[in-house]
């Protein structure tokens, strides 16, 4: 089994920052593409930032030049620094990675969520 467990959310005033991490763990062969979702009170998930296992990396146009994603491939681990936070970047953050295992092969793994909250 896979696990991915995240951290470092919290409260933080506006222009803050706050940096995840998000750490996958288990029987695992390969760690492909990882990323960060949010889903703010309703409203949709929607993808925040992607980063492949070669680095490359695309971001939402609401978190460009705030928002960096970054991995540790050796720690199948993926981070996001949030910098100038926003009360409208307050949600849920949940971390993303397609996982390659010798039960399953490839398959698509979620977080439990992380809650970051910015106050105005």
């Known amino acids: 089994q896979v696990k991915l467990v995240e951290s470092g959310g919290g409260l933080v005033q506006a222009g803050g920052s706050l940096r995840l991490s998000c750490a996958a763990s288990?029987?695992?062969?390969?760690?492909?593409?990882m990323g960060w979702y949010r889903q703010a009170p309703g409203k949709q998930r929607e993808l925040v930032a992607a980063?492949?296992?070669?680095?490359?990396?695309n971001y939402a146009d609401s978190v460009k030049g705030r928002f960096t994603i970054s991995r540790d491939n050796a720690k199948n681990t993926v981070y996001l620094q949030m910098n100038s936070l926003k009360p409208e970047d307050t949600a849920v953050y949940y971390c993303?990675?397609?996982?390659?295992?010798?039960?399953?092969?490839?398959?698509?793994?979620w977080g439990q969520g992380t809650q970051v909250t910015v106050s105005s």
């Open positions: 980063i492949t296992s070669g680095g490359s990396a």
């Open positions: 288990g029987s695992i062969l390969r760690v492909n593409a």
């Open positions: 993303n990675a397609g996982v390659v295992t010798f039960i399953s092969g490839l398959y698509d793994y």
